[in-house]
């Protein structure tokens, strides 16, 4: 199984702060997931939320918020996602 990403780095990130904006999707074409990663965010080292894709044009919904303490749980958990 493969699991491909769209990364997309704002270009107006605060200094100082991760900020990412990832789209998961299990085949071309398909909705998936986009999820936005920040750290340092409300006690958490890494914060990520995640909104489910409805299609082009459509607002994504939003799905959940979970807090990371590393970069292998975030992964994982986007692995999770995919399935």
């Keep these: 199984m493969s699991v491909g990403?769209?990364?997309?780095i704002p270009a107006a990130y605060t200094e100082n702060n991760?900020?990412?904006r990832l789209?998961?999707?299990a085949a071309q074409g398909e909705n998936g997931e986009t999820l936005f990663i920040m750290d340092d965010y409300k006690?958490?080292?890494y914060?990520?939320?995640?909104?489910?894709d409805r299609g082009p044009n459509e607002p994504g919904v939003y799905y959940e918020a979970r807090g990371f303490d590393s970069g292998?749980?975030?992964?994982?958990?986007?692995?999770?996602?995919?399935?």
Excluded at 5 to 8: G, H, L, N, R, S
């Design 5 to 8: 990403f769209d990364i997309t």
């Design 47 to 52: 914060r990520v939320v995640v909104f489910e």
């Design 18 to 20: 991760l900020e990412l």
């Design 43 to 45: 006690g958490d080292k």
């Design 23 to 25: 789209e998961v999707r």
């Design 72 to 83: 292998n749980e975030i992964l994982n958990y986007i692995i999770t996602l995919s399935k």
